[in-house]
């Protein structure tokens, strides 16, 4: 396989990596990394390390997202 291109059949394991790490923060508030390391090293052959920057990159934006529908909401009594 070239290795420039991604295959079909990667995007579809980046979708369900993506879904079920995505019900578990839904679900349990965190441990989304414990399911998106693992499924990356063991499914997408990642190594280790490069599945761990992956993971913690996403905390960040998905953060700032959270807190930004928290206040837009008023759900944060500032009080």
């Known amino acids: 396989m070239n ?3 991604i295959s079909v059949s990667k995007y579809i394991k980046f979708a369900i990596i993506g879904l079920v790490t995505g019900i578990a923060n839904g679900l349990f ?3 989304g990394g414990t399911i998106a390391v693992p499924a990356m090293v063991l499914l997408l052959k990642e190594e280790e390390h490069v599945a761990h920057a992956t ?8 953060t700032l997202v959270s807190a930004f529908i928290y206040v837009a909401n008023s759900y944060i009594d500032w009080i």
Do not use: D, V
């Open 55 to 62: 993971a913690i990159s996403i905390i960040l934006p998905l």
């Open 29 to 31: 508030g965190s441990g």
């Open 3 to 5: 290795k420039g291109k």
